[in-house]
């Protein structure tokens, strides 16, 4: 069965710092891109950060560029975003997705075509 599961969301004060995990099973991320993405109350998701399934490069939306980190531990089928400097906007559940890339999206992040969702996990930051 094809999993993915997010953790380590919770509430933090602005200017904290949180490290999502989104470990994978049923499937190995090696042949895939990866995507961190957020959906705010009353807002549409959106896509935040992505490992591009071609030559690994990371993209980042500009709101979060310098505070968030993605990361992909090979080993333990693991993706991590280090959240740093957290503020109130960023407020969201998140989810990572596996799928692939491709030329197009926007001028911050490539297309993402996705396969598989994890269930989400609630970040809140409180000012």
């Known amino acids: 069965e094809v999993q993915l599961v997010e953790s380590g969301g919770g509430l933090v004060q602005s200017g904290g710092s949180l490290r999502l995990s989104c470990a994978a099973s049923g499937f190995t991320f090696d042949d895939y891109a990866i995507g961190w993405f957020r959906q705010a109350p009353g807002k549409e998701r959106e896509g935040v950060s992505y490992i591009t399934d071609s030559d690994r490069s990371t993209y980042y939306i500009r709101s979060v560029q310098g505070r968030f980190t993605i990361s992909l531990d090979n080993a333990k089928n693991t993706v991590f975003l280090q959240m740093n400097n957290l503020r109130p906007e960023d407020t969201a559940v998140y989810y990572c997705?596996?799928?692939?890339?491709?030329?197009?999206?926007?001028?911050?992040?490539?297309?993402?075509?996705?396969?598989?969702w994890g269930q989400g996990t609630q970040v809140t930051v409180s000012s």
């Open positions: 997705a596996a799928g692939g890339t491709i030329v197009g999206g926007t001028a911050e992040l490539p297309a993402f075509i996705d396969d598989y």
